[in-house]
Antibody, heavy 119, light 111 residues
Framework: QVQLQQSGAELVKPGTSVKLSCKASGYTFTSNHMNWIKQTTGQGLEWIGIINPGSGGTSYNVKFKGKATLTVDKSSSTAFMQLSSLTPEDSAVYYC????????????WGQGASVTVSS | NIVLTQSPASLAVILGQKATISCTASESVNKFGINLMHWYQQKPGQLPKILIYNEFSRAPGIPARFSGDEAELNFTLTIEPVEADDVATYYCQQGLTFPLTFGAGTKLELK
């Protein structure tokens, strides 16, 4: 079945960067776009952006442009999100979520990766 | 951006009764006659799960107790009858335009 396995929790210092991974299995990786979503207690769910694993094409929420960079490695069926210039406001749980093949909803989610930014 | 206003923020329902959650969009989310409004369930400590897509279509494996409806820009998720396993936070999400946006969530508890 479809599985999205995310990398583990990260504790990072302000001003640094972190790269999260999302390994897909159970389907053809290049057939579905991949979303990334941020979840915090105060802000709920926020869409960061989406990547087309086949072409590498991306679309970002303006709020996260310059903060998040989405990439893929087709050879390992893995999507990545790099977060840069981290501040405590970037502390959150980050999910990768597969876009359904035909409709604009997320039909499979990773388990989430917690990022804590603290000195 | 399309703003989704969910209400209520929290809801306490008696087992077996009906729960109604509302999501009002700031503008149309219709594309070619289909409302691109989706509903997710997130149980405590778990990841979100799709319940309803395109306004009223149930995702595979979702019981008929869950239903979606729409009136103008006001979308509704109904759960009837409510079961203990339904304790969760429910989110609406629009899929018409980027950035994709979510409602703030409705926390369902048992009374």
């Amino acid at each position: 079945q479809v599985q999205l396995q995310q990398s583990g929790a990260e504790l990072v210092k302000p001003g640094t960067s972190v790269k999260l991974s999302c390994k897909a299995s159970g389907y053809t990786f290049t057939s579905n776009h991949m979303n990334w979503i941020k979840q915090t207690t105060g802000q709920g769910l926020e869409w960061i952006g989406i990547i087309n694993p086949g072409s590498g094409g991306t679309s970002y929420n303006v709020k996260f442009k310059g903060k998040a960079t989405l990439t893929v490695d087709k050879s390992s069926s893995t999507a990545f999100m790099q977060l840069s210039s981290l501040t405590p406001e970037d502390s959150a749980v980050y999910y990768c979520a597969r876009k359904d093949g035909y409709n604009p909803f997320m039909d499979a989610w990773g388990q989430g990766a917690s990022v804590t930014v603290s000195s | 951006n399309i703003v989704l206003t969910q209400s209520p923020a929290s809801l306490a329902v008696i087992l077996g009764q009906k729960a109604t959650i509302s999501c009002t969009a700031s503008e149309s989310v219709n594309k070619f006659g289909i409302n691109l409004m989706h509903w997710y369930q997130q149980k405590p400590g778990q990841l979100p799960k799709i319940l309803i897509y395109n306004e009223f279509s149930r995702a595979p494996g979702i019981p008929a107790r869950f239903s979606g409806d729409e009136a103008e820009l006001n979308f509704t998720l109904t759960i009837e009858p409510v079961e203990a396993d339904d304790v969760a936070t429910y989110y609406c999400q629009q899929g018409l335009t980027f950035p994709l946006t979510f409602g703030a969530g409705t926390k369902l508890e048992l009374k």
